[in-house]
């Protein structure tokens, strides 16, 4: 039964790669509704197949079962290109393309009016004034900054972010989580965004996911699932994360 | 015209004496080579000659195009085993030769710059196919270890909503330039730096310049179009072997 307010929902996905000779199972049939307007935090050791989970929300990947769907409608049937400009991705690592960062908002989308790309500078805290600077001469939080400007240039319902602060010192890690907060606030954006840390994610606030060798094991309130977990695996996952 | 006798020919061994004592005085490990790959020479060039004088001899068409092929087949298959970066390449080098050099020699033959004759085009062919066979190599080489070095970078693109093509597209240019690079830079400093094979064959033979040097301006815009038309079909092949229908980056 498709849920009225879910904006994403996976129905018992599994992707299985080929690992050598071996055949790996990293998601392993996972169900998920995501509402839309929420944020969503995915926790879980690493190796868990939290960024696996991601690609395939954004159909960089192919899951071998089970269905996606996109305001309920199964994302086989949306023409792939688009979809990925309707659920945005920001990967790990950020690539930004070796030119300025006007460039790289304008590569999302060639006709971004001035007053848009104002706009999306003063939402991920940019200064106007950096948008001929070349991408190079830029920190790696600034860099985290612009790809989320150039992610959000394309106008998307759902964002994915991948560890984002994982590559940043705290003062840097304290500012995007700020950034990322203030972002679902202004505008009615899903945000699922993987960390592999339980802190952060209490901090992020929202829904919890916590994911175990490509298994959900615990979902709910993000107080609940990681202060005071139900299932066996998350009161394991909770004592790792103690020691 | 010059016309080397048996006599003259095996006289000619003394530089390959010459060249194996150099490399023995200098301990250099090639002797073995050196004399296997003079005698290899010899046969194969005889064997060749008695091939193509029986060939010129019959003047069949049917006769031509089974050679074109094999030497096609042949090249394609010294293509693909050169491409290091990935396998199974040989229906990619073969295609993309068979496209760029039939298109090019049937333009010669349909503008009548050459006639029908076994002796104008199978060395011409061969002249066609040799320089595809490395322009190919080359282009998916350089498009397939591309592709795996920008994976982040074409990823990037792909989450952005671009199509494979976007994507993908500088890394396809480059390739297909690289195919074309030798032969650019072969126009570049013919004629200045080296006097070309085919020109120098005629003058040799006893040619006029003149004649000899018509006879290459052709050569050398056949080679363009040869190589220009195999290195982007090699190109166009090879980058959908990267790509699922769904814009996404395949692990080849």
């Given at each position: 039964?498709?849920?009225?307010?879910?904006?994403?929902?996976?129905?018992?996905?599994?992707?299985?790669?080929?690992?050598?000779?071996?055949?790996?199972?990293?998601?392993?049939?996972?169900?998920?509704?995501?509402?839309?307007?929420?944020?969503?935090?995915?926790?879980?050791?690493?190796?868990?197949?939290?960024?696996?989970?991601?690609?395939?929300?954004?159909?960089?990947?192919?899951?071998?079962?089970?269905?996606?769907?996109?305001?309920?409608?199964?994302?086989?049937?949306?023409?792939?290109?688009?979809?990925?400009?309707?659920?945005?991705?920001?990967?790990?690592?950020?690539?930004?393309?070796?030119?300025?960062?006007?460039?790289?908002?304008?590569?999302?989308?060639?006709?971004?009016?001035?007053?848009?790309?104002?706009?999306?500078?003063?939402?991920?805290?940019?200064?106007?004034?950096?948008?001929?600077?070349?991408?190079?001469?830029?920190?790696?939080?600034?860099?985290?900054?612009?790809?989320?400007?150039?992610?959000?240039?394309?106008?998307?319902?759902v964002v994915l972010l991948d560890e984002p602060t994982s590559a940043l010192d705290p003062s840097y890690t304290e500012s995007i989580e700020n950034l990322v907060r203030s972002i679902v606030q202004q505008t009615s954006l899903t945000v699922i965004m993987v960390t592999h840390n339980p802190e952060q994610a209490l901090r992020i606030g929202g829904e919890t996911i916590l994911l175990v060798a490509g298994r959900l094991v615990e979902s709910g309130p993000?107080?609940?699932?990681?202060?005071?977990?139900?299932?066996?695996?998350?009161?394991?996952?909770?004592?790792?994360?103690?020691? | 015209?010059?016309?080397?006798?048996?006599?003259?020919?095996?006289?000619?061994?003394?530089?390959?004496?010459?060249?194996?004592?150099?490399?023995?005085?200098?301990?250099?490990?090639?002797?073995?080579?050196?004399?296997?790959?003079?005698?290899?020479?010899?046969?194969?060039?005889?064997?060749?000659?008695?091939?193509?004088?029986?060939?010129?001899?019959?003047?069949?068409?049917?006769?031509?195009?089974?050679?074109?092929?094999?030497?096609?087949?042949?090249?394609?298959?010294?293509?693909?085993?050169?491409?290091?970066?990935?396998?199974?390449?040989?229906?990619?080098?073969?295609?993309?030769?068979?496209?760029?050099?039939?298109?090019?020699?049937?333009?010669?033959?349909?503008?009548?710059?050459?006639?029908?004759?076994?002796?104008?085009?199978?060395?011409?062919?061969?002249?066609?196919?040799?320089?595809?066979?490395?322009?190919?190599?080359?282009?998916?080489?350089?498009?397939?270890?591309?592709?795996?070095?920008?994976?982040?970078?074409?990823?990037?693109?792909?989450?952005?909503?671009?199509?494979?093509?976007?994507?993908?597209?500088?890394?396809?240019?480059?390739?297909?330039?690289?195919?074309?690079?030798?032969?650019?830079?072969?126009?570049?400093?013919?004629?200045?730096?080296?006097?070309?094979?085919?020109?120098?064959?005629?003058?040799?033979?006893?040619?006029?310049?003149?004649?000899?040097?018509?006879?290459?301006?052709?050569?050398?815009?056949?080679?363009?179009?040869?190589?220009?038309?195999?290195?982007?079909?090699?190109?166009?092949?090879?980058?959908?072997?990267?790509?699922?229908?769904?814009?996404?980056?395949?692990?080849?």
């Amino acid at each position: 039964m498709p849920s009225d307010d879910a904006i994403l929902e996976t129905r018992r996905i599994s992707r299985a790669v080929q690992d050598g000779s071996q055949t790996k199972t990293v998601i392993d049939h996972f169900s998920f509704s995501f509402k839309k307007g929420n944020i969503y935090t995915i926790i879980g050791p690493s190796g868990a197949g939290k960024s696996s989970l991601l690609r395939l929300l954004n159909r960089l990947d192919e899951p071998t079962e089970g269905d996606i769907l996109f305001h309920n409608q199964n994302i086989k049937e949306h023409s792939p290109c688009r979809l990925r400009r309707e659920i945005g991705y920001l990967f790990q690592t950020p690539y930004l393309f070796p030119k300025t960062v006007k460039d790289n908002l304008l590569y999302a989308d060639s006709k971004l009016p001035a007053d848009v790309i104002q706009r999306l500078t003063e939402q991920v805290q940019v200064p106007l004034s950096w948008i001929d600077r070349a991408v190079d001469t830029l920190s790696i939080g600034e860099r985290q900054r612009v790809a989320l400007a150039r992610l959000l240039a394309t106008n998307p319902e759902v964002v994915l972010l991948d560890e984002p602060t994982s590559a940043l010192d705290p003062s840097y890690t304290e500012s995007i989580e700020n950034l990322v907060r203030s972002i679902v606030q202004q505008t009615s954006l899903t945000v699922i965004m993987v960390t592999h840390n339980p802190e952060q994610a209490l901090r992020i606030g929202g829904e919890t996911i916590l994911l175990v060798a490509g298994r959900l094991v615990e979902s709910g309130p993000c107080e609940r699932v990681i202060n005071n977990p139900q299932t066996e695996a998350g009161h394991l996952y909770k004592m790792r994360q103690l020691k | 015209m010059m016309s080397p006798s048996i006599t003259q020919v095996l006289l000619s061994l003394a530089l390959v004496a010459i060249s194996i004592g150099v490399s023995r005085w200098w301990r250099i490990p090639v002797a073995k080579d050196m004399a296997l790959g003079s005698v290899r020479a010899f046969i194969q060039l005889v064997a060749v000659g008695y091939a193509l004088k029986f060939i010129f001899d019959l003047e069949s068409l049917w006769l031509i195009s089974l050679a074109i092929l094999v030497m096609i087949l042949v090249g394609a298959q010294a293509a693909s085993g050169r491409v290091k970066s990935f396998k199974g390449v040989f229906p990619v080098t073969f295609t993309a030769m068979i496209i760029g050099s039939l298109f090019t020699l049937a333009t010669m033959l349909a503008l009548d710059i050459i006639p029908l004759e076994a002796r104008y085009v199978i060395p011409l062919a061969g002249m066609i196919i040799s320089n595809s066979m490395n322009a190919s190599a080359l282009a998916i080489d350089r498009l397939a270890s591309d592709i795996r070095n920008n994976e982040l970078a074409i990823e990037t693109s792909l989450s952005l909503g671009k199509s494979w093509r976007i994507a993908a597209g500088n890394f396809q240019r480059d390739a297909a330039t690289t195919g074309m690079i030798s032969i650019l830079n072969f126009m570049k400093t013919v004629g200045i730096v080296a006097l070309p094979g085919a020109m120098t064959g005629m003058i040799l033979a006893g040619a006029e310049p003149l004649e000899a040097v018509l006879l290459q301006i052709i050569v050398a815009y056949m080679l363009l179009s040869s190589v220009t038309i195999t290195s982007v079909v090699a190109v166009e092949l090879t980058v959908r072997k990267f790509f699922t229908p769904f814009h996404q980056l395949k692990k080849v």
